[in-house]
């Protein structure tokens, strides 16, 4: 099941799927959630911003794929229309599968999807919206010239790995220029293809980057990024003050992955500052995939939206009668090293806070736990800060470990020098339960690492759960900076935003005692350090409209 793993929600049952009940505690209260499946290209139209995602109509299970479609003011609430897009042509007849959103001259939405054919290849189609003055798009029309691009024996394409297209972008000949996911072999590649009218395309010659042994990439995303500043510049800019991002979803390994480079537009080739070990960077260090941005036209931002899936056995799932959710929509800029991408929750999410807390700056000792009340536990923003001062007590790293593994080895419950200091959220009386998202300090060939982990490992009594535990270094110099922390908690999503957005994590967690108002959050320090806690917000979050 190739493809059946992108941006998947999966629903045995639509009767819970309605609200969030003391028989649904893991239901999420402000995270998108469809009906059912998956979802695909977000754009910005007639002052509403619209998520397409696949839908199963006849069933609650993977099959009969169509585009549904919801519709927000603020990535915030959604409300649901008719599906946009179902199976109508030879073309398509066997699914609506992934695909992007472009916006045309004129102000012209036009959307490239992937159809399956009636010889269950892959295939690339168009659709345009058939009446323009509808801001809501509610009807969307296919060209008869469909498909538009096809696996043949001159192109020596996989029929079964050509997937995904791109939003397209113009280039200064005039040129609309879009990427479809591919491989030979093991060697994953962005193909390139050209087009005049957004309708007659034509392969390039090469791919605009390949790398061997890494394997398909599925939903590719290609987009430039401001050499300076958190603002965001549509798809098609490229000149001196902007740098590239080609971000892939590695099927091999269920993790997405991005290179910043620079864009050679005469050759159509994206080289990446990093050329070895290509795919290091990642946009989330835990549960996280299938990803996509888009520009957002009317607050210039660039937003990413990516899908999460579930932790818990397929049977809890059909128990539960639902599967998948969606992240917060995050800004996404350049971080002023130029080295990686910085990500943090839009800003509209904070409307939904209320009842904010605000503890003073008080020194955490080692060993100590302070409870952090006021707000609702299973819904929440938390926002904390921590100074370290005692660097010599940070622990010595002998050799480069990979920072998951470290976190599993070195969990928050093995104390250390400085740190592990953080958070335990979905904590239960007595802490049977509890996930923990915490920094750890290491020395390291003389330098300081800062390490950031999310431990699922105590989070719930049912062992039938994934309790992977996740982690990555932070690219924070905490003799010049404060190690701060967001997370995100709502019911059974844990997402997390270390050092000003520089790492992300998001977990899925199933507690079974510390659900609804039987959980709590703590900060917590155990190292035998002491740390300062500089600065703690925190809000219980309202339920958004969610379809």
């Not at 590695?250 to 070990?277: E, R």
């Not at 958070?423 to 509890?434: C, M, N, P, T, W």
């Not at 300081?448 to 992977?468: H, I, Y």
Request: aromatic content about 12%.
């Amino acid at each position: 099941m190739t493809m059946a793993i992108i941006w998947l929600f999966t629903l045995f049952s639509v009767i819970y799927a309605i609200h969030a009940s003391s028989n649904q505690p893991y239901r999420t209260a402000f995270h998108f959630q469809p009906p059912k499946n998956w979802i695909n290209g977000p754009l910005r139209y007639g002052g509403l911003y619209h998520l397409f995602y696949q839908y199963n109509p006849k069933g609650a299970v993977w099959g009969n794929i169509v585009w549904a479609h919801s519709v927000s003011k603020d990535l915030v609430n959604w409300t649901p229309l008719d599906p946009a897009i179902f199976p109508s042509q030879p073309s398509d007849i066997n699914g609506c599968w992934s695909g992007s959103s472009t916006i045309l001259p004129g102000n012209k939405p036009a959307i490239l999807y992937t159809g399956i054919d009636p010889r269950n290849q892959q295939v690339q189609n168009l659709a345009i919206p058939k009446n323009l003055s509808d801001p809501f798009l509610r009807e969307w029309v296919k060209t008869p010239k469909n498909p538009l691009m096809a696996p043949t024996s001159a192109n020596k394409i996989n029929s079964s790995s050509f997937r995904d297209p791109t939003t397209g972008w113009l280039g200064k000949d005039g040129h609309w220029r879009v990427l479809v996911g591919s491989k030979r072999r093991t060697r994953g590649m962005a193909l390139l293809y050209r087009s005049k009218d957004f309708v007659n395309w034509v392969q390039a010659k090469h791919p605009i980057h390949s790398t061997k042994g890494s394997g398909m990439w599925e939903c590719p995303d290609f987009f430039p990024v401001l050499n300076g500043g958190q603002s965001g510049v549509d798809t098609s800019v490229n000149d001196g003050g902007v740098r590239h991002v080609l971000k892939v979803s590695l099927d091999d390994k269920k993790h997405d992955y991005y290179m910043i480079g620079s864009y050679n537009a005469s050759k159509d080739a994206f080289i990446p500052d990093q050329v070895l070990n290509e795919f290091f960077l990642r946009y989330d260090y835990g549960k996280y995939y299938a990803s996509k941005t888009f520009f957002d036209d009317g607050k210039k931002r660039r937003i990413l939206l990516g899908w999460v899936n579930e932790s818990s056995s397929v049977a809890d799932d059909i128990k539960k009668g639902w599967s998948g959710i969606h992240t917060i929509p995050r800004a996404i800029w350049l971080h002023k090293s130029g080295k990686q991408l910085v990500q943090w929750p839009v800003v509209e999410i904070e409307k939904l806070r209320t009842y904010p807390v605000k503890l003073p700056s008080q020194v955490l000792k080692g060993g100590q736990l302070l409870q952090i009340n006021g707000v609702t536990p299973t819904q929440a923003d938390v926002e904390i800060s921590f100074e370290v001062n005692k660097l010599r007590k940070a622990e010595v790293l002998d050799c480069w470990t990979d920072p998951q593994i470290l976190c599993s080895k070195k969990d928050s419950s093995l104390k250390g020098g400085l740190g592990p200091f953080g958070l335990l959220v979905f904590a239960s009386k007595g802490l049977q339960e509890y996930t923990s998202i915490f920094f750890r300090m290491f020395r390291y060939q003389n330098k300081n690492l800062v390490l950031m982990c999310s431990d699922q490992s105590r989070s719930s009594l049912n062992k039938g759960n994934d309790m992977t535990t996740y982690g990555t270094f932070v690219d924070v110099n905490p003799l010049h900076e404060k190690l701060s922390l967001r997370t995100l908690i709502d019911h059974s999503v844990v997402e997390s935003f270390g050092g000003e957005g520089r790492a992300c994590i998001t977990a899925r967690v199933y507690p079974t005692l510390a659900i609804n108002d039987k959980a709590q959050i703590y900060a917590f320090n155990n190292g035998t350090a002491d740390v300062k806690i500089t600065s703690l917000s925190a809000w219980s979050m309202k339920k958004a409209q969610i379809n």
